[in-house]
Every structure is written in structure tokens, then in C-alpha cells.
T-cell receptor, first 115, second 116 residues
């Protein structure tokens, strides 16, 4: 069984600072994928970034980067130069190697960016 | 319309009512999913359809009944629900069995359901 752990229920960060959201995972699969989603108060889950278990380089998408440490089973999300619009819930999720698998989600981190 | 759409966005129903949630994806994907998001709990996978065939049912009570008439549409039929079924119901879609990139799931805006 897969498990995602997000240990930060909430975080307050000053605007323009970088922020790291923690995510650790547990799986017995050799091939898996790691995802981060953002959920504003409106409810929609917005895909941010993906990291495959066999990818040797950390994924980056604009201001988002994923700090992937496979041996430690961690996949932290780093947001550089935070903006007020980054305030939202952030969820780490994983899938197994392929096919129509559902995602296993963590409990999320509520990020609040302060001006 | 683009992406994944869901209707209605909000729904209030009594325990004896029958209602349906609708999801439509405009991404050309071949798999669709229903998730339940309750307060203070992680998202829970309810149903998966791949190539219009149901492939997973995570022990969901029979008062929830999914239907996938084609690869673009997914329904969740509700009947005799309980107050604890009040939650945000999210639909997602993805392209599976592809060699082009990850099988990322894209979500709709959700239906906020309140059962009285």
C-alpha cells in the first residue's frame, strides 16, 4: 500500500520569500510518480508539478521545483519568490507505475502568504 | 468548455432524494475518476473508469452508483445518502497507457454536496 505524509498542517510565509512544503512517501513499487497539486478555496485541484521515480533530475515548472530525494523517500515542493496568490492548500500525491490508478494523497498543507 | 467540468457546483439534498453528479472532460483522455474530499481527511478514491470500463471500486457503499457512458462523460448517481456523505466530490481525468509523459490527472472544480 502507498502512503503520503505531509507533516505541516499550516504555514505562514512572507511574500517574496521561498517556501518548502514537505512530503514523504512510502511504497513498495519500483516505478511510481509523485505529484503536487494546489487547491484554492474555490475547490479545484490544480496540477503543479510531476516527478517520476526514475527521473534523475529534479523537476521544475516556473517558480515550482520538486526536491526529490529517493533514498529518503521525500519529494518536497519548493516555491520560489512566493506571491499572495500562492495562498492555498497544497497536496502531495503519488501513483504507481502506470495504468488507470487512482492517486494516493496526503492530508495537505495550508499555505498562507502574508504581505 | 475546456478542461474538466462538473455540474452542479453545489447540491443540497435530503436523505431520501435521488440526484446525479455530472462530469465532462474536454481533454481527449481515456480514464476518469471520482474522488471524495471530506473535512480533515485526505482525498479518497471512489471509482476509476479506464476505456469506459470500471476498474476499481474502493469498497464504496452501494448508495453511490457510477456510470460512464463514453470516455468524455462520467456520472455519480446518489440515493438515500447519509449526512456523513456531505463532502466535496471531485472528478478527474487522465490519459493512460501512453508513452508520452506522465499520466497526470486533471481535476474539475468539484461539487459541494450537503446531505440534510
Amino acid at each position: 500500500a502507498q502512503k503520503i505524509t505531509q507533516t505541516q498542517p499550516g504555514m505562514f510565509v512572507q511574500e517574496k520569500e521561498a517556501v518548502t512544503l514537505d512530503c514523504t512517501y512510502d511504497t513498495s513499487d519500483q516505478s511510481y510518480g509523485l505529484f503536487w497539486y494546489k487547491q484554492p478555496s474555490s475547490g479545484e485541484m490544480i496540477f503543479l508539478i510531476y516527478q517520476g521515480s526514475y527521473d534523475e533530475q529534479n523537476a521544475t515548472e516556473g517558480r515550482y521545483s520538486l526536491n526529490f530525494q529517493k533514498a529518503r523517500k521525500s519529494a518536497n515542493l519548493v516555491i520560489s519568490a512566493s506571491q499572495l496568490g500562492d495562498s492555498a492548500m497544497y497536496f502531495c500525491a503519488m501513483s504507481s507505475g502506470g495504468g488507470a490508478d487512482g492517486l494516493t494523497f496526503g492530508k495537505g498543507t495550508h499555505l498562507i502568504i502574508q504581505p | 468548455e475546456t478542461g474538466v467540468t462538473q455540474t452542479p457546483r453545489h447540491l443540497v439534498m435530503g436523505m431520501t432524494n435521488k440526484k446525479s453528479l455530472k462530469c465532462e472532460q474536454h481533454l481527449g483522455h481515456n480514464a476518469m475518476y471520482w474522488y471524495k474530499q471530506s473535512a480533515k481527511k485526505p482525498l479518497e478514491l471512489m471509482f476509476v473508469y479506464s476505456l469506459e470500463e470500471r476498474v476499481e471500486n474502493n469498497s464504496v457503499p452501494s448508495r453511490f452508483s457510477p456510470e460512464c457512458p463514453n470516455s468524455s462523460h462520467l456520472f455519480l448517481h446518489l440515493h438515500t445518502l447519509q449526512p456523513e456523505d456531505s463532502a466535496l466530490y471531485l472528478c478527474a481525468s487522465s490519459q493512460v497507457f501512453t508513452r508520452e509523459g506522465p499520466e497526470t490527472q486533471y481535476f474539475g472544480p468539484g461539487t459541494r454536496l450537503l446531505v440534510l
